[in-house]
Structures are given as structure tokens and as C-alpha cells.
């Protein structure tokens, strides 16, 4: 038997080149079935989910976009009554907020949980349970946002919320509540895409397929993950402010106590700048996978065109204030995102370039795919000049918010996603019946999209330099902008006529019988492998950057088990771990099956933010216990002695079953989940010193930071609870572990109390001035995580006194300790900010 050979170098000849056992396939099939009729609702594997997530995602776009026609016909005429002002302003709003938050970023992870198991050549995706509560969230929320539009109920402060607008004086009603509370727990589920995204990108790709070797599609996944981890946040943090403001009066945002509304815009477009960008470049990675099938050639410049994805993920963070040239910044912050505005131009080409590289070296295939990206290039470029434009100050200055922003922002989303989404669909829908749609159809699908989109949006730029402002629900005759916007309306339907007769091919295609799918663009990645519920039959072993070109005969030894686990060595749902480099096999993963609770519990999710909203505060805390108890129960029927203690998935390799500590996929797992968790809390700091910048004198009058032995006694207390849970990590299978998980939980109850003992002899008054609601803020955050360790100690108890703590069940144990010491080291932070700040200040 041999455990380590193949880790280094794998070998030459097929992995499982033995006759199979005639009875493999069907104990493989067992554990993959997936379930019918009500138990539907219980499915997590990854094509499943990923088609759900796929058909809300675009049913989002089909609403959002009777919105946006609903606009265009109000705009239409000069002087129209069709909508009155308010019922125009939550129109636009929630086709905006549509749009960008439940149809954009939805539809690139939603095509990644599809895809990248298939084209990583794994089973599944490490986390599919988190997968299915992170569709289920977002699509039991996104609907119930919705409806909010029949009810009066729905934002009208635009999709960005800019207070003061958006604050209780301006807007007193339930309006932007179901927009802070409903868009920030849809969020969080893209976040929960995200961890589950980047854990399995780098932990589940096929033995060796190396990061040199990942296909370009995955490599823009990894990129947008990352960057959603880091972005995210401050929306979330933002949006807690805001509703903080205005459930509890404190004045994050208002001038008049010491708030600033910029404040708001500095977290908002901290994350809707790279949002862009989130949304562009798994767009981008879908162009570079498609390319080369149609050109029938490897991709020009790979190597440059993935360092250009991640160039644009660090440009992308440096140019929030690109949207805030107009919000009295100063003229040299100004200057250098100008610049840093112009130069993200200059990665972009150069992916632009290597596409264009690749069709010229190639021999192209004028099909439905190909027609969507030539329109892609065409608008996405000419979006991308009017991006160099707006970089310009002087520009920027005389088109903010006109009609030209409105045009450019078109021309760069709809250029840059949703052509290459809708070249995507024809491309990838073989893949679901084995039924390609038809290319007739497509022509005509085609140029009613491409015309229709720019005879709507490019006299949008001539009309917003003749002065039309943005969000006006009418216009007087006299202006001349008539027939700009008669124009634009026109060309409105006609783009959606191009989509309605799309969607008319999409269920022509789906009533099709099924055939065989077999490979019909002649692709070189591995999503092509024939597949099963249990996707590829064997894991293929990987020596190229282009697998089915490079490796002839893989398709049928893959299909006859000759590589790796080509059966089911526990009987359960399986996938190959491998090292996130050189993609080495480590370990034999063992999936979670199907099941009710990640249903249940983002349904309950979904009911607390929601009937909170509304103030039907009983059932609502039902619904949040229903979530938590049933997150409980999630994880603990996870984290199990797995039924064997290592595997053969290969004639030459055994591997262990499940890892410990840095080797597994569940630390990292809780290492990006913490990481969002710091990004978060810096935002909330970030907020602190911001407004301590403002004032003249810091801490302000009336105002005082309490006494620093409070501070030191509950940094001392945190640690405390630190040090127990270290005993604990070394007294695993010991009687005195509960005990030890309990004096933690102690600790850290106690370093909160301290705190509030502190912070309530100091007088804070976050009512009465923002410095003050900041700090609160601040502790806030810290008690939620007090909270979230007083479930855990107990809980950690109780599954050591259950006998489910032990040598191969130990990831509850680790990953709770993790989260302990950020806890621990987030407390002693909050107490730094708060005193060193106004020291600073001085």
C-alpha cells in the first residue's frame, strides 16, 4: 500500500488502469441521487443549486428590466403623467437595486457553482450545504423585496441610498428599511458564495491541475471571491449604520451632530467601485474560456491576461472616490484616483488585446457564442472610453449626474455582463440536455439586443450633455430633449423584444428530448467530460492548461474510471482534496448530502431581517431562533468520525479521509469568514475616525473615554478565555475540555460586561453626537460576537461531552478557537482605536 508516492510527482501512466468492478458505478450513483417532489427543497449539490441560482438570477433581470421599460415610457413624452414623481422614484430604484444587487452579482456566482466543479474536474464544491443556504437566502429575500413594489413599500432613495435623503427626517417611512435590512443580508449570501468559491477553487481542482494550469474562467473566480470578501463589508457595515440612525437615533449621517452623509459615500463606493469590477471580470473569464473553442487556438497572452485580472482587483480598490469627484474631496486625492481611474484602462486592453490576438490567429466560427462577443467587445470598449472621459476632473465636473453617466454606466454593465452572460447561455446550454439553441434564432436574438441597446442607451451621452439630470421623472418641451428620449424608448423595446425572443429559444430548447452532450464547440476544458449526477466519473488527472486538446483519449478514460476515484470508497459523496499550488492529492474528502436545514434556516434568515422590517418583532425573533437552531443542528451532524480512515482512489495511491487544522478546507474556510469579519470591523473603525476627524476637539464636549483599567481588565479577561481554549486545543479527549470551553465562555461574557461598565461610567451619549454613536457602534459589533461565543463555548461542550470531539472530529474544536481568538484580539483592537484616535488628534 502506498500513502505518499503520488503527492510529489504524479505519474505517467493512468491513475486506475485495472479492470472496474462491475458494481462500482452503482455504488457510486447510491449516495448522488438526487431527490424528488417536496424533498426538492432539500437538494445542495451543485448543478442543482447552480441552476436555481442561474433561472432567479435571470428572472431578477426580466423584472428589472419591465422596470427600466416602464421608465423609458414615462420618458418618452415631455410632461408625462403615466407615473407620478414618488411612484417614478421607487421605480427607479428598484430597477437599479435589481439589477446591480440581485441580477449582476447573483448571475456570476450563480454560473460558478454551475461550472467550476465540472471545469475543476471535482465532484462537488467543498461547502454545498453553504452553497444551497446562500441561494436559498437570497432567493426567498430578493422575492420578498420585490413585492414591496405592490405595496408602496419599496426604496425610493435611489439604489444608492445617499442620506440624507434616506434619513428618518427625509424619508420616515418603511421604504429604505426593506432596502438597508432586505440588500444587507442578500449580501451576506454572496459572501457565503465567495468563501465557498475560494476554498474550493483552491482545494478541489484535479490532481495536477496546477495554478499555472487552472483554466482562465477559474482564475477570475478567485479574483472576484477575494474581492468580494474585502468590498462586502462595507456595504455591510454601511447599512448597518444607516438603519442604526434610523431605528435608534444615532447620527452616523447627520451634519447637525457632528454626522457626515459623505461618510455614507465613502463606504458605499468603497464596495460599488470594485462592484464593477466583481461583475466585469468573471464576465471576462467566461470570454477567455470561449474564445479559444470558436478561434479553435489556445489563448494569446494567457499568463499576461491573468495577471491583468488580478492588476484590475488591486486598481479596483484604489478608485471608490472616482464616484465622489463632486463630493469636495481634495485636489490631490482627486488627482491621484483620476490617474488611478485612467491606468485600470491599461490591464483592461490588455485582456481586450489577447481576445482580439486569439480570433486573428485562429479560424472563426461565426456562431451565436461569437456574435455575442463581437458585441461585447464593441460596447464594452466604447464603454471604457467614456470611462477614460469621466476619469478626467474638468469632465466629470460638467456630466455628474447627467444622462451621460447613465449612458456610460449602460455601456460598461450591459457591454461588459450581460452580452457575454447571454453568449455564455449558448455557449454552456448544451450542457444541460445535450440540445444546442438555435442559430437561427440567435441571429435575429442578436441584432434586436445589439441595436436595440444602443438606439436606447448611446443618445443617452448627447442628452446628458445637453443637460438632462439624472432621476427626473419629467422634463419640460422646451428643453429638446424629445426626441433623444423618444429614441431611447424605442430602442428600449427593441432590446427587449431581442431578450423575449431569447427566452422563447431557451424553453424551445429545454422541451427538447435529452441526448448525449458530447463536446459540440470542440472545448479544450473539462467541464465537457461526460457527467453524471455525480459528475465526472473518474477525477481526471491533469497535464495541460487545455486538457481535452493536449490529452487525447481522456474523455473515454475518464468515462471508464481510469483515473482517480472511479468508485465510492466510504459510500458517501466524495470528492479528491488537493494542495493549492501544485494541486496534489492530500486527502479524500467526504461531502455533506441532502438536506432540510440549509433550507430552513435561510428561510428563517430571510423571515427575521424581513418581519423585522415591519416591526412584527415576535414572529420575527421566531424566525431568527428557527435560523439559529437550525445552523445548530447544520453543524451538528457535520464534523462526524468519518466511516473509514483512509482510501484507495487510485491502483497506486491510498489517501487519508479529512485533514486537521491548516490541511483542511474548513480552517480556511473560517480563515476567509474571519477575514470578512476584520473587513467589517475596519469599516466600523474606519467610520470612528472619520468622524473624529471632523470634530475640532476629540473627544467632543460633554463627551469622555472611560478610565483605562476598564479597557485593560477586559483585554485581560479576553485573553484569558484564549488561553483556556489553547488548554482545550491540547486536551482533546480529556474530561476537562468542556469545562475549559465553559471558562471561556465566562471570560468572555465578563470582558463585555467590563466594557459596558466602562464605556456607561464614561457617559457616552450616541444620541446626542456621532463620536459617540460610533464607539457605541463599535462595541455593538464586539457584543455580537460575545453573543455568537456564548452559543459556541456551550455548544463545544456539549458535543465534547457527547463523544463527537476527537483526533478525526477535532474542526469544530479548531475553527472555534479560531473565531475565539479573533474575538479576543477584535476586543483589544476596539480598545486601541477608541483611546488612540483622539490622543491623535490632539
Sequence with gaps: MTTTTTRDTLPSALPSSLPRPPDELEKLEQPWRRPTGLRFFTRVDNTSIGLLYIGTALLFFLLAGILGLMMRAQLAVPDNGLMSASVYNQVFTMHGTVMMFLFAIPIVEAIAVFLLPNMLGARDLPFPRLSAYAYWAYAIGGLAFFC????????????????????????????ADFWLLGIGFIEISAIAGAIELIVGI??????????????????????????????????????????????????FFIAERGGDPVLWQHLFWFFGHPEVYIIFLPAAGMVSTMIPSIAGTPLVGRKAIIVALVVVCFFSFALWAHHMFTAGLGVMTMSFVSAASMAVAVPTAIQVFGWIATLWRGKVTMNAPALFLGGFMFIFVLGGLTGVMVALLPFDWQAHDTYFIVAHLHYVLVGGMVFPVFAAMYYWMPLLKG????????????????????????????????????????????????????????????????????????????????????????????????????????????????????????TEQVEAGQHYLPGTASGRRETIATSPVAARPTYLLILPTDGWLPFVAAAGTAGFFLLLTVKMTLIAWACGITAVVSTVAWLWGSDTKPPIREARVSDTLVLPVGARGTASHSWWGTIVMLVVDATIFASLVFAYIHISMRLEVCPPPAATLPDVRWPLISGALLAAGSACMLWALRSLGTRRLPWLALAATGCAVAAFLVDLHGYGLAGLAPRAQAWSATIAALVSYQGLHVVILAIAGPYLAARAWSGRLGPSSRATLDNTALIWHYTTLQGIALALAVHVVPLLME
Design 148 to 175: 414591496t413594489l405592490f405595496f408602496s413599500l419599496s426604496p425610493d432613495g435611489g439604489w444608492f441610498m445617499y442620506p440624507p435623503l434616506t434619513s428618518k427626517q427625509y424619508s420616515p417611512g418603511l421604504n
Design 202 to 251: 483552491l482545494f478541489t481542482r484535479a490532481p495536477g491541475m496546477t495554478l499555472s494550469r487552472m483554466p482562465v474562467y477559474a482564475w477570475a473566480m478567485l479574483v472576484v471571491a477575494v474581492m468580494i470578501v474585502f468590498a462586502f463589508p462595507a456595504i455591510i457595515a454601511g447599512t448597518t449604520l444607516l438603519e442604526m440612525e434610523r431605528a435608534f437615533d444615532w447620527p
Design 435 to 554: 440540445q444546442r439553441m438555435s442559430e437561427r434564432l440567435a441571429k435575429w436574438v442578436f441584432w434586436l439586443m445589439f441595436g436595440g441597446f444602443n438606439i436606447a442607451f448611446f443618445p443617452m451621452h448627447i442628452t446628458g450633455l445637453l443637460g438632462m439630470p439624472r432621476r427626473v421623472y419629467t422634463y419640460p418641451t422646451e428643453m429638446g430633449w424629445d426626441w433623444l428620449n423618444l429614441v431611447s424608448t424605442v430602442g428600449a423595446f427593441v432590446l427587449a423584444a431581442g431578450v423575449l425572443l431569447f427566452l422563447v429559444d431557451v424553453v424551445r430548447t429545454l422541451r427538447r428530448p435529452e441526448q448525449k452532450v458530447g463536446n459540440p464547440w470542440n472545448a479544450s476544458t473539462l467541464e465537457w467530460l461526460p457527467t453524471e449526477t455525480y459528475n465526472t466519473r473518474s477525477i481526471p488527472q491533469v497535464k495541460s492548461a487545455d486538457p481535452l486538446w493536449d490529452q487525447p483519449g481522456l
